[in-house]
């Protein structure tokens, strides 16, 4: 059955669709997301990209978010999704798109660069919406920090605030940057 929208309606998911696959989108991201046909993606892919999108499996575990540096960044970028979507009120697929910017933004003014690309965020969201994954309090800086559903929520510590010792002295320093920077916030 041909679902029948309105012209605008029809623009809105073209460009919704042109963000995502700006931002790096993998087909499935916008298969899910939009309710254009998988042609007319596969044809702005196309366009946008001046390659075809790439086939294959999308990443499957959680555990990717674990490790230091990549709960650091998934960590990140998801108290920026949260908020956008439960205090300024934004859709699920704009506090994606918005948040994500926003995490390349982090990234680029950081001089780090971006570990989480959008589909993992994507996924990240979809971890969180299945009870997969919880954010946890750190009892150091008080941040919220990316775990399994069924982690130990008490007396835990972010991977900013216990950075493991192959991270190095840059790393440690952009932690004690983090440290008095949370030490203010409190
Ligand atoms: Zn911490």
Not at 16 to 44: F, H, P, W, Y
Not at 70 to 75: C, D, K, L, V, W
Request: hydrophobic share 40%; aromatic share 8%.
């Amino acid at each position: 059955m041909v679902q029948k929208k309105s012209l605008t309606e029809d623009a809105q998911e073209v460009f919704r669709a042109i963000a995502l696959i700006e931002l790096g989108a993998r087909m499935q991201v916008l298969e899910s997301e939009l309710t254009l046909s998988r042609d007319r993606m596969i044809r702005l892919y196309r366009e946008i990209k001046g390659v075809s999108p790439p086939k294959g499996m999308l990443p499957f575990s959680a555990d990717w978010y674990m490790t230091w540096l990549a709960n650091i960044h998934a960590s990140l970028f998801y108290n920026t999704y949260v908020f956008l979507k439960h205090e300024a009120g934004c859709s699920h697929l704009d506090a994606l798109t918005k948040g994500y910017r926003l995490y390349l933004e982090h990234c680029k003014h950081s001089d780090a660069e971006p570990v989480l690309d959008l589909t993992r965020a994507w996924t990240l969201v979809r971890f969180f919406d299945a009870d997969i994954l919880q954010l946890t309090p750190c009892c150091r800086c008080s941040g919220k920090f990316v775990a399994h559903k069924h982690d130990l929520q008490n007396n835990v510590v972010c991977g900013a605030c216990q950075p493991p010792s192959r991270a190095g002295k840059t790393k440690r320093a952009a932690i004690a940057k983090h440290n008095r920077e949370a030490a203010q916030a409190a």
